[in-house]
């Protein structure tokens, strides 16, 4: 039992940041020049998307967990924090696929976020934490080098190889599926008893409880957005998913307790559950409406083009 522990151990050290780096990556190569460019021109989009996943959700989403925290087990609210503080998902854009969202209105956005995740976070987390000390210039140092510079290596690759962007990321995005598998099932199998204690509380319900907050400031955010923006409902998917890479990098990066890591890897699998068919009812409505054909990788966004 002690190895098989081990190994799980060392399969989340090691699946963390291969899931951030080759995540980074496909998103980099992915994501073109003109659609960041685009949407930093939109002055009112930035500063609405920025404030409601920087100020309204860290800020909101910390006081119930404070308010909340004799419900939940030990340093399972330090982990909801960490994760509220973390935005600018690379899922988000297969969600984005699946909903039927233009590229371009989650891929520039999601661009901002991350770029401003790797500000926010060292400059924030370590103030929100009650019980644990993080050293944010280490955060600094870890989100620079595992997400800002795959990232802008993808965007480069692409640049340089624009007809093998796609294959790249594909494979890119490939390694960080099979990698994201790993690191939830390592972090659940390595922390069974810790996980069943947490789903047997409250925890559920209050992740449930963020990801609704999530939503609805990043709802209100898509509708006082500017006109770059034309499905509204875009900067809420954007704003449910957080990012767990980011999270994770932050939460392992001074050797925290399990139970920090188990309730970032809870929030984001409650966020999956209540995203994915939100994004694949409203991905049928609109093709229906549009009087697109549906078929089964159409509405899983794998086939079709991307609309920029």
Known sequence: MHTIGSLLSLLIDVSVPAFAIASMLS????????AFALQMRDRRTVFSVLGANFVV????????????NGLLPH????????????AGAPFVLQLGAMARIPYGETAGPMAVLLLGSIVFMPLVVPL??????????????????????????GIAIAAVFPHHADRFARTAGTVAAVAAVLMFLSGFGSNSALVLRLILSPVLLVAAGLVALAFVAGRVAGDLAGDVLTVPDGPAILSSQRNIAAALLVARSDGVTDSVTIAI?????????????????????????????SSVGVLLGVVGPKTD
Not at 75 to 86: D, R
Not at 270 to 290: E, I, K, Q
């Open 75 to 86: 340093h399972t609210g330090e982990g909801f924090v960490i994760a509220l503080c973390a």
């Open 128 to 153: 929100l934490l009650q019980d644990i000390e993080v050293d944010g210039w280490a955060v600094a140092r870890l989100l620079l080098g595992t997400m800002l510079s795959p990232m802008i290596a």
């Open 57 to 68: 959700i860290p800020a909101v989403g910390t006081l119930i967990v404070w308010l909340l």
């Open 27 to 34: 998103m980099g190569l992915r994501t073109p020049l003109r």
């Open 265 to 293: 890897l809870l929030l984001s699998a409650v966020g999956f559950v209540m995203l994915v068919p939100y994004a694949l009812v409203t991905g049928l409505a609109r093709r229906r409406r549009a009087g697109e054909k």
